[in-house]
């Protein structure tokens, strides 16, 4: 069994900062990567970004204009989003989730999600 953990969420201001963490606990083997995804009211649930968890490597969607960074602790199985220059539309419930072997595979598990309100 794995269970993720988002924290972090909260109300910003646009232009604001937030740091989501998602630990992981359970199953950590052959964890193959992680991602972030959100999903605004009424919205299909989009991918933010996921993280290699071997070597790191992160992919981001265009639209993010380079403002979010991924980043992981693998010693503490943690992962984290970095969120900067928030805008109003960032606004949704933000999702961790795992695969595990390869990318070719669904996302196995995912986190109860955290709230992000970006709003003055």
């Known amino acids: 069994q794995v269970q993720l953990v988002e924290s972090g969420g909260g109300l910003v201001q646009p232009g604001g900062s937030l740091r989501l963490s998602c630990a992981i606990s359970?199953?950590?083997?052959?964890?193959?990567?992680m991602g972030w995804f959100r999903q605004a009211p009424g919205k299909e649930r989009t991918i933010v970004g996921r993280?290699?968890?071997?070597?790191?490597?992160?992919d981001y969607a265009d639209s993010l204009e380079g403002r979010f960074t991924i980043s992981r602790d693998s010693g503490k199985n943690t992962m984290f989003l970095q969120m900067n220059n928030l805008k109003p539309e960032d606004t949704a419930v933000y999702y961790c989730?795992?695969?595990?072997?390869?990318?070719?595979?669904?996302?196995?598990?995912w986190g109860q999600g955290t709230q992000v309100t970006v709003s003055s």
């Open positions: 989730a795992v695969r595990y072997g390869s990318h070719t595979v669904p996302w196995s598990s």
């Open positions: 359970g199953r950590t083997f052959r964890v193959y990567d």
């Open positions: 993280i290699l968890w071997n070597g790191g490597r992160t």
